[in-house]
C-alpha cells in the first residue's frame, strides 16, 4: 500500500484459514490498520487484491465485522442505540432488533447502562459495546485492531477472556492486530510477525498450539506459553530495534 | 453568574439614567431608561406595537425558515460532492463578501415594499452562516465513525440519517444562535430603508420626528425579542444534544 511519500506494507501474501483466530503482531506504524483497512475494504490496495472466501473483494467487506483501534460508537447514540445499528442499518423489524441488542446487552453485562450516552461510560464499557455492535451483525469475519490497547492490565485481560469465549461460542474467523506479543500468544492458534515500516513485510509465520480453552488470566505463567513467547521475541525484537533507528 | 449579569447591565442602566436626569447626558439625545421603559409599557398598552413587532417576527421567522432548509441542503450537497464544492466555492466566497445592505434597495425593486423583500434579504443573511456551519460540520465527522458505520451496513442514506446529520447537528445549532439574530436585524434592516409596517419602520418614523425615546424604545423591544428567542433556541440544543459531555454532568458514572 502506497501512502503519497509514504510505502506502508508491500508484498504481503498472507491468508486466512476460516474459523481461526489470528493475529497479527508489529512495531508501532508498521501498517497494521493499513493492512486491515484494506481487508476490510475501506481503502483499496494502490497493487495487489484482496479475496474474500475466493472472491475478489470490491467495496466495503460485507462479510466482516470491524472493531476499530480508535472510538468509533456514535456519540450521540445510547448503549442501545449503538448495538442496534446493526439490524437497523440491515433493515430487522423494530421489536425483534430491540430483541436481539438487549440479548447482546446481556452477553457483555451491560444490562444498567443501556440508556447510557458513550461518553457516560468507562473505556472498558465502550469496548465492550463496541463488541456487541460488531458481533449482533454476525459477520462470518472479524477484524480487531488493537482493541484493548487503551485500556488497563486488568480489564484488558478481563476482555480478552471475554473475546475467546466468544469466538470459541461462534467459531468466526478472526484477525487480531495487536503490538502486544502476549496478548496475540494468549489468543491465538497462529501469530503473524510484520517487519518494520516503511515497505513492511511478513517476517514470519508461527502456529500457536496450546490447549484450548485458555485462559488468559493464567496461560502467560505456563511453561509451554513461555516457549512460544520466546521464539517468535527473538524474531520481533530486531524489527522493534528497527523501527526505533528509523525513527 | 447570571446574578453578576444581571447587576451589570442594572447599574448600567442607573448610571445613564442618573447621567440623564442630573444633565450630564442631554435627554433629547441619549432619552433616559425610565421614559423607554414608560415607552415600551404604553405602545404595549395601546396595542400600537403589535402590529409592528407581529410583521417583523413573521419575516424573521420566514427568512430564518428559508435561509435554514437552504443552507442546510447545501450545505450537505457540497459537502458530499468535492466537484461541485470546488465549482461553487469561489462564487460562494465572492457572494458572502458582499455587504447585504447594498441588496436591501435591489430587493425592494424586486419584490416591492411587502414583506418578501425583507424576508429576501433575511434569507441572504442566514443562508450562508448555515451554509457554511453545515458544510464544516459534514467534513469534520470523524472519520473513523463513519467507517464503523459503514462497516456495520450502512447505506449512503442511512450514513447521512444516522452519522452525518447527527454529527453535523451541533455545528448547524452554533449557527443557529448567530443566524437568529442576524435574520431579526436583516428584516429591521429592510423594514428601515423601506416599508409600510415593522419594528424597522417604527423606528425610522421615530427617527424622522427626532423621536429618541421611540427609537430606544424599538431598540429595547427587539433586544427582548432576540434574547427570548435565543433562549427557546437554547433550550432547543440542550433537548437535541443531550449526548453531549458538558462539564457540569460530570457524575456518577462518567469517568471520561
Ligand atoms: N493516509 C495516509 N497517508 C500517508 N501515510 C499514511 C496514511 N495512513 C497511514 N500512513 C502511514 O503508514 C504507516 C502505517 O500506518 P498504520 O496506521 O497502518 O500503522 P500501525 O501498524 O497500525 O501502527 P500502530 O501500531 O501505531 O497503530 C505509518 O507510518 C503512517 O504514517
Ligand atoms: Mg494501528
Known amino acids: ?247 | 453568574m447570571v446574578v453578576w449579569q444581571l447587576l451589570l447591565g442594572a447599574s448600567l442602566l442607573a448610571a445613564w439614567q442618573a447621567g440623564a436626569s442630573a444633565g450630564v447626558l442631554d435627554k433629547f439625545f441619549f432619552s433616559r431608561p425610565s421614559d423607554i421603559a414608560l415607552r415600551v409599557w404604553q405602545m404595549c398598552l395601546t396595542g400600537a406595537v403589535w402590529g409592528h413587532l407581529g410583521t417583523t417576527l413573521l419575516e424573521a421567522a420566514l427568512s430564518f425558515a428559508i435561509g435554514v432548509a437552504l443552507g442546510v441542503a447545501c450545505g450537505f450537497a457540497l459537502a458530499r460532492n468535492r466537484f461541485l464544492a470546488a465549482l461553487f466555492d469561489p462564487y460562494l466566497r465572492v457572494a458572502n463578501s458582499l455587504p447585504r445592505v447594498v441588496l436591501a434597495p435591489i430587493f425592494l425593486l424586486w419584490f416591492g415594499l411587502g414583506i418578501w423583500s425583507k424576508v429576501a434579504l433575511g434569507v441572504t443573511v442566514v443562508f450562508f452562516i448555515v451554509f457554511f456551519n453545515t458544510l464544516q460540520g459534514v467534513r469534520e465527522v470523524d472519520p473513523v465513525v463513519v467507517h464503523n458505520a459503514r462497516m456495520l451496513g450502512a447505506s449512503e442514506r442511512q450514513l447521512i440519517r444516522h452519522v452525518l446529520i447527527p454529527s453535523a447537528l451541533s455545528w448547524i445549532f452554533s449557527s443557529l444562535h448567530i443566524s437568529i439574530g442576524f435574520a431579526i436585524i436583516a428584516v429591521v434592516v429592510g423594514e428601515y430603508l423601506g416599508a409600510a409596517k415593522g419594528i424597522g419602520y417604527m423606528i425610522a418614523q421615530a427617527e424622522g420626528v427626532f423621536d429618541t425615546t421611540g427609537v430606544f424604545a424599538g431598540m429595547a423591544i427587539l433586544a427582548g425579542v432576540v434574547l427570548a428567542v435565543g433562549a427557546g433556541v437554547d433550550r432547543l440544543e440542550r433537548r437535541l444534544l443531550r449526548w453531549k459531555a458538558r462539564d457540569s454532568q460530570a457524575g456518577g458514572e462518567s469517568v471520561s
Open chain 1, 1 to 247: 500500500m502506497r501512502f503519497p511519500g509514504y510505502t506502508a506494507v508491500e508484498g504481503i501474501d498472507l491468508s486466512v484459514a476460516p474459523g481461526t483466530f489470528l493475529s497479527v503482531v508489529g512495531p508501532s506504524g508498521c501498517g497494521k490498520s493499513t493492512l486491515l483497512n484494506m481487508a476490510a475494504g475501506l481503502m483499496s490496495p494502490s497493487a495487489g487484491r484482496i479475496e474474500i472466501f475466493g472472491q475478489p473483494l470490491e467495496g466495503v467487506n460485507r462479510k466482516a465485522g470491524y472493531m476499530f483501534q480508535q472510538d468509533a460508537l456514535l456519540p450521540w447514540k445510547t448503549v442501545l442505540g449503538n448495538i442496534l445499528l446493526g439490524p437497523v442499518f440491515a433493515g430487522v423489524a423494530g421489536g425483534k432488533a430491540e430483541a436481539e441488542a438487549r440479548e447482546w446487552i446481556r452477553r457483555v453485562g451491560l444490562e444498567r447502562f443501556s440508556h447510557h450516552y458513550p461518553h457516560q461510560l468507562s473505556g472498558g464499557m465502550r469496548k465492550r459495546v463496541a463488541m456487541a455492535q460488531t458481533w449482533i451483525n454476525d459477520p462470518e469475519i472479524i477484524f480487531m485492531d488493537e482493541p484493548f490497547g487503551a485500556l488497563d492490565l486488568h480489564t484488558r485481560m478481563r476482555m480478552e477472556g471475554e473475546i475467546l469465549k466468544l469466538w470459541a461460542e461462534t467459531k468466526k474467523t478472526v484477525v487480531f492486530v495487536t503490538h502486544d506479543l502476549e496478548e496475540a500468544i494468549a489468543l491465538s492458534d497462529e501469530v503473524v510477525v510484520l517487519t518494520a515500516g516503511p515497505a513492511s513485510r511478513i517476517c514470519g509465520r508461527y502456529p500457536v498450539n496450546l490447549k484450548r480453552p485458555r485462559n488468559p488470566m493464567d496461560i502467560k505463567t505456563e511453561p509451554e506459553f513461555s516457549a512460544v513467547y520466546r521464539s517468535i521475541w527473538r524474531d520481533l525484537r530486531g524489527e522493534v530495534l528497527k523501527s526505533y533507528e528509523r525513527e
